[in-house]
């Protein structure tokens, strides 16, 4: 079964825009919620991580946003360039190393 | 530098003919785990391994085995790979204390089973 919903799948905007990616999760166990970042040929990064404790976190243009109650997160990318072009994975995680990831989100940011 | 790398990258084989996948870490790390990545699903895991000498299967372990010896390696092994294991493979390692889920990819494994 899927236990991290992600969408959407792709996404296209225009330099400048800001592109919003959203995860669900089902397990309330998860506490450790990661953005990993994959370009082409590349094996996929962190880009930026949050626990539930917080609602939001910003790290430069990329800020998450987490609703605990809903079960979502999602992930803002401020200003966006055409070097952030890449694949988007969101990811939940618990105490045992373990991670569930999404099916990713293809961004393009033309230029 | 810290690192995870695997070997090869690329790799062309035939089915039935057995075969392995390296992969290492630099980083001290005590989990390690093998996913794969296909289109449109996105990154399932394969296997893990929490230390030296456990190992535990993951989401799609069908038709893959892994040994963890030595706690800078953790191999994949295709013992009679098939088509359908044609994919991108990814090794990943991760630390332990306030980032202990963070995880570290390698630069990833594409087989083609023919």
């Known amino acids: 079964q899927q236990q991290v919903k992600q969408s959407p799948q792709s996404l296209i905007v225009q330099k400048g825009g800001i592109p919003i990616i959203n995860c669900a999760y089902e397990?309330?166990?998860?506490?450790?919620f990661p953005w990993y970042q994959q370009f082409p040929g590349k094996g996929p990064a962190l880009l930026i991580a949050i626990r539930p404790d917080v609602s939001e976190k910003k790290e430069g243009r990329f800020t998450i946003s987490f609703n605990k109650s809903a079960k979502q997160f999602s992930l803002h990318i401020m200003d966006s360039q055409p070097g952030d072009s890449a694949t988007y994975f969101c990811?939940?995680?618990?105490?045992?190393?373990?991670?569930?990831f999404g099916k990713g989100t293809l961004l393009t940011v033309n230029p | 530098e810290a690192q995870v790398t695997q070997n090869p990258r690329y790799l062309i084989t035939v089915t039935g003919k057995k075969l392995t996948v390296t992969c290492s870490q630099n980083m001290n790390h005590e989990y390690m785990s093998w996913y794969r990545q296909d289109p449109g699903l996105g990154l399932r895991q394969i296997y893990y391994?929490?230390?030296?000498?456990?190992?535990d299967k993951g989401d799609v372990p069908e038709g893959y085995k892994v040994s963890r010896k030595e706690k800078r390696n953790f191999p994949l092994i295709l013992e009679s790979p098939s088509p359908n294991q044609t994919s991108l493979y990814f090794c990943?390692?991760?630390?332990?204390?306030?980032?202990?889920?963070?995880?570290?990819f390698g630069p990833g494994t594409r087989l083609t089973v023919l």
């Open positions: 391994s929490m230390n030296v000498e456990v190992t």
């Open positions: 397990n309330t166990a998860f506490d450790y």
């Open positions: 990943a390692s991760g630390g332990t204390g306030s980032s202990y889920n963070e995880q570290f």
């Open positions: 990811a939940s995680g618990g105490s045992n190393y373990k991670l569930t």
